[in-house]
């Protein structure tokens, strides 16, 4: 398990890693997952860059009270990255007495 708890403008690469990656408290982060690893937790972080390999694309990321995020898959074989936003902001309504929430699109 890796646990980074309030970093300022740092910049991880990891191969794999065999229980969680976990980002607490932190601010302009970017992180590089070349192998395997289990679940990423970013948790009130503000500003975090996650660069996924072809090996790591099956990773689930759980984000909580986190802001500016991004998380970057590998594109063609050129090397490039696509960048995908990951939502900050939702909206929940009442559907037949139970909360639905979903992604308030506006803001992707």
């Known amino acids: 398990s890796i646990l980074l708890d309030s970093c300022t403008k740092t910049a991880l690469v990891i191969d794999s890693v065999i229980a969680s990656f976990e980002i607490v408290n932190c601010k302009s982060m970017q992180i590089q997952i070349l192998g395997v690893v289990p679940i990423v937790s970013i948790d009130k972080t503000d500003g975090c860059q996650v660069y996924l390999s072809k090996d790591s694309l099956g990773t689930p990321i759980v984000t909580a009270k986190s802001s500016e995020m991004n998380v970057l898959v590998p594109g063609d074989d050129d ?20 909360p639905v929430t979903t992604i308030n699109e506006m803001n992707l």
């Open 79 to 98: 090397g490039d990255f696509t960048e995908h936003p990951v939502p900050e902001q939702y909206k929940t309504l009442i559907v037949n007495g139970r």
